[in-house]
């Protein structure tokens, strides 16, 4: 089975601070993604990583940034966490795929809900 | 760019009968893919179903079948003899291509509540 972790389930921080938000998975995929979900709003790519140490912004990627420095792990950093950013944060990953139309489902964590005070 | 619309953001079914999720989509592309995903409350995302654009038949996992209907733009779920583990949050998602790898695009989602 594959299996998806992230770092925290529920983690709470005050506004300024660094924070990282841990993913990792076991099965080999080349992708990794990180989205924030917020109710109404539906799921929002922040970003995602189709290969070791290589990064592309999603839709909302402004006051975030990642790192991969390892295939199996990807982490969300907050530099300087703001209230804003209070939401479910959900970590994805999927094997490469070229055809748009092909089977190649994404895998989610089980999330970590941040809340920054 | 993609967009995918779910209009119902609650639905009610009662146990043992069928309900539809409706999902419509916009994309340019002429190849694409087009997942359900369901989210309990205990918040992880778990795949449901799946359907290619080149698909010609409609797809089907079990109780949960995908009413494709290209020329509309539509990806409705039909979940068949609802039970109460069916209460949940469902995502409907489109790949589409971004830089160089592909991404899916959500849905606002729809809440399914299953009752006696």
């Known amino acids: 089975d594959v299996k998806v972790t992230q770092s925290s389930r529920y983690l709470v921080k005050r506004t300024g601070e660094k924070v990282f938000l841990e993913c990792v998975q076991d099965?080999?995929?080349?992708?990794m993604f990180w989205y924030r979900q917020d109710p109404g709003l539906g799921l929002r790519l922040i970003y995602f990583?189709?290969?070791?140490?290589?990064?592309e912004k999603g839709d909302i990627p402004e006051g975030y940034s990642v790192s991969r420095e390892k295939k199996e792990r990807f982490s969300l950093i907050l530099e300087s966490a703001s209230t804003n950013q209070t939401s479910m944060y959900l970590c994805?990953?999927?094997?490469?795929?070229?055809?748009?139309?092909?089977?190649?489902?994404?895998?989610f964590g089980p999330g970590t809900r941040l809340t920054v005070t | 760019a993609q967009k995918i619309t779910q209009t119902q953001p609650g639905m009610f079914v009662q146990e043992k009968e069928a309900v539809t999720l409706d999902c419509t989509y916009d994309?340019?592309?002429?190849?694409?893919?087009l997942f359900w995903y369901k989210q309990p409350s205990s918040g992880e995302m778990i795949f449901l179903i799946y359907?290619?654009?080149?698909?010609?038949q409609n797809a089907t996992e079990g109780r949960y079948s995908l009413n494709f209907q290209k020329a509309r733009k539509s990806a409705n779920l039909v979940i068949s003899a609802s039970q109460l583990g069916d209460s949940a949050m469902y995502f409907c998602?489109?790949?589409?291509?971004?830089?160089?790898?592909?991404?899916?695009?959500f849905g606002t989602g729809t809440r399914l509540q299953v009752t006696l």
């Open positions: 994805a990953s999927s094997h490469l795929t070229r055809r748009l139309a092909g089977l190649s489902e994404q895998y």
């Open positions: 099965m080999d995929h080349e992708n």
């Open positions: 990583s189709y290969d070791v140490k290589m990064k």
């Open positions: 994309t340019s592309d002429p190849s694409y893919g």
């Open positions: 359907q290619g654009s080149y698909d010609q």
């Open positions: 998602a489109m790949r589409g291509r971004t830089g160089t790898a592909s991404k899916l695009t």
